[in-house]
């Protein structure tokens, strides 16, 4: 009887030593701000929500032949794992090919329908990475009222009227401020 006991716990602390590991959240950082520039290739850029412990937000960027193709280059940054899963706001640039994008996004399991599309006005890129808090100015802009489409929304009227109206921004002392609304399309 002695010995199955000693088995049993020989046994049970051998699959304990196996169980897969949990991801500590503080591994794990949150996109708010997805970037895209180019229609082939595609330019990725990332810009995390920042929280007590950073003074300014993780970012990370990827490329690749198309939109799918860069999305696969996640993680983006060497320190952290990067996820999609809480996507805010899409920054988009004038030389993407936004019916393709947005529907990637809307197909992509990670990203959401819910986030709002915005134009960059000059370099995506350079754009966010030019600004201190892309998320907390692209947060205030809303709360001030300005309307920004969802992707869905987005995608309904590029479809169904051949454009649609974004707000564009870009970035100027180190914050992104308004240039007024632009149609894209037709």
Not at 69 to 90: D, H
Request: charged share 20%; aromatic share 4%.
């Amino acid at each position: 009887m002695k010995q199955v006991w000693v088995l049993a716990l020989s046994l049970a602390l051998l699959l304990c030593g196996c169980a897969p590991t949990a991801r500590e959240p503080d591994q794990l950082s949150l996109v708010r701000v997805l970037g895209v520039a180019g229609s082939g290739p595609v330019e990725l850029t990332a810009v995390c929500g920042m929280d007590q412990r950073e003074e300014t937000p993780i970012r990370g960027s990827c490329g690749g032949d198309s939109f799918a193709a860069a999305l696969e280059g996640v993680p983006w940054s060497a320190s952290r794992e990067l996820s999609l899963t809480a996507v805010s706001y899409l920054v988009v640039g004038t030389d993407v090919d936004l019916a393709d994008v947005l529907k990637r996004v809307l197909e992509d399991e990670e990203l959401g329908a819910t986030a709002t599309v915005w134009l960059a006005q000059g370099d995506v890129a350079q754009t966010l990475e030019g600004c201190e808090d892309p998320e907390g100015d692209l947060t205030l802009f809303t709360h001030r009222g300005t309307q920004a489409p969802t992707v869905v929304q987005a995608l309904a009227e590029l479809t169904t009227r051949g454009q649609v109206e974004l707000p564009q921004v870009e970035v100027r002392q180190g914050r992104l401020v308004e240039t007024g609304p632009t149609t894209w399309g037709e």
